[in-house]
């Protein structure tokens, strides 16, 4: 008889601007290699998101605004663009987002801390098709006009927490 197996496994990644390495274009566009690659990922699911903003007249701090997501280019959030082309808005497609609930007022405090409450429905992303080897997590963060956000007197730390689900190996019994 034969029959096939799969063996399961994850792991969970910390993904900490503070320890990235960013692209020299002073946009908020930055990596984090893997020492060893992960084979056949196939779930994605978030622990937490977290992002720290300064507080001043010219930062991204808005009441109610989007910080869009972009990880590995995986298209997970479907939005629409505040810009219209044509008296048109078209879909833009991130991996998450998160929203700027309040602002706080100038001198009362230098940074905000901004953090994503997911439902346990809106954890988890499934990869079609399976990622092969998964070597490097690209982060870019964007506005509501989709435009990249400036690393500049904007946003201090960006730290996500994911779970990564792999099939380790693949035994054939016979």
């Keep these: ?20 390495t960013f692209t020299s274009d002073g946009t908020c566009n930055f990596y984090m290699n893997l020492d060893t690659p992960l084979r056949n990922v196939y779930k994605i699911k978030i622990i937490t998101i977290l992002i720290n903003i300064q507080n001043s007249n010219v930062t991204y701090n808005k009441n109610l605004e989007s910080i869009y997501i972009d990880l590995n280019n995986y298209k997970r959030l479907i939005a629409n663009s505040s810009v219209e082309l044509n008296g048109k808005r078209n879909n833009i497609y991130y991996f998450d ?78």
């Design 97 to 174: 987002s998160l929203i700027v609930e309040s602002a706080v007022a100038s001198g009362v405090s230098a940074t905000s801390t901004i953090k994503n409450d997911y439902n346990n429905a809106d954890i988890e992303y499934y990869l079609n098709p399976i990622e092969p080897q998964l070597t490097r997590f690209t982060v870019r963060l964007f506005d509501n006009n989709n435009n990249l956000i400036t690393q500049a007197n904007t946003i201090n730390r960006f730290v996500m927490k994911l779970g990564i689900y792999y099939n380790n190996k693949k035994t054939t019994r016979i």
């Design 1 to 20: 008889m034969e029959s096939s197996t799969l063996d399961f496994d994850h792991k969970i990644i910390a993904i900490d601007s503070s320890n990235c």
